[in-house]
């Protein structure tokens, strides 16, 4: 299972990412914030969630402190991750 995160214009290239994916049966599960229950805590506590299940892999777009959060939380975790925000610092890079 690998994850992606971002919301951006460069993000949305996701489609077909998502449908690389459903060719190679790379298992997707989605991600959504609870906002009614963690108001603006949702999309760090979702992370949190997304990191429990350790995914082999993210791909990463540019977004927000969020998608920052996360990066750096698979950082540490040791989650290789595919970087496309533009000051990726020391990231593994797509060739």
Do not use: H
């Amino acid at each position: 299972m690998a994850g992606l995160t971002g919301r951006t214009a460069a993000s949305k290239s996701v489609f077909g990412l998502q449908l690389r994916a459903d060719n190679l049966c790379v298992t997707q599960i989605v991600f959504k914030p609870d906002w009614t229950r963690r108001s603006k805590a949702a999309p760090f506590k979702r992370n949190d969630r997304l990191l429990e299940i350790v995914p082999i892999g993210l791909i990463v777009f540019p977004g927000s402190g969020n998608t920052d959060n996360l990066a750096d939380k698979a950082r540490t975790m040791g989650i290789p991750m595919y970087d496309f925000r533009a000051k990726a610092k020391g990231q593994v890079r797509p060739t």
